[in-house]
């Protein structure tokens, strides 16, 4: 009895803290067609409470919601509750996520294929996992509806973040960089879920 009572109260804290839904599939076709936009930022240093922000570009992103990672209890955390693993262009579209395996583990975005519907090269370019640091609760609100599969609108700053113990965290600035340092960290001052029947021409 014990046995059943700790895997209900297992399964009630997954569902409750780390379970994402994921959107309708809408079949074959590029929904977020274009690259990421960045560009040079006027915006200075600022603080909230113990963390410095470092803004090195404005940025914005148009993209498909590859996978969803919540997380609580590393350091990163503190300011940035979730991950998400984004595609544009190829790697939006159903008939071609299809074939890839993806994931998200200790702050990294995964994938790997049997079949290659696309070459490594695009897979890299088109796709990354990305750190989101929301500005206020409402982004922060906003962030926790984000389904995968869902087509999102994020905007706001890539930053390097510094805490007043000495503890630093860099941005990448790079959509075609891999391995340790290339998720990029945004800074999200607004978010929206896009209805991608909206999106539809015929």
């Not at 609580?72 to 300011?79: G, N, P, V």
């Not at 790697?91 to 702050?107: F, K």
């Not at 696309?118 to 609100?141: C, G, L, R, T």
Request: aromatic share 14%; hydrophobic share 40%; charged share 25%.
């Amino acid at each position: 009895m014990k046995k059943i009572i700790f895997l209900i109260l297992a399964l009630f804290a997954w569902k409750h803290f780390y379970y994402v839904g994921s959107a309708p599939e809408l079949g074959p076709g590029i929904l977020a067609g274009g690259a990421p936009y960045q560009d040079p930022t006027t915006v200075a240093k600022f603080r909230k409470g113990d963390y410095s922000y470092y803004p090195r570009a404005n940025f914005q992103i148009e993209a498909r919601v590859l996978s969803v990672s919540k997380y609580y209890f590393d350091q990163e955390a503190r300011i940035s509750p979730v991950d998400f693993a984004l595609g544009w262009g190829q790697m939006s579209d159903e008939s071609i996520l299809q074939h890839i395996d993806i994931w998200q583990e200790n702050r990294w975005y995964k994938w790997e294929s049997k079949l290659m519907p696309i070459a490594k090269s695009e897979i890299i370019d088109s796709s990354a996992n990305m750190h989101m640091i929301p500005d206020n609760e409402v982004v922060a609100a906003e962030l926790k509806k984000v389904r995968n599969g869902d087509l999102v609108n994020i905007q706001g700053y890539l930053v390097d973040v510094h805490k007043n113990t000495g503890w630093k965290w860099k941005t990448s600035t790079s959509r075609s960089d891999t391995g340790a340092g290339a998720c990029e960290i945004i800074y999200v001052k607004r978010i929206e879920i896009i209805n991608p029947y909206e999106r539809l021409y015929y």
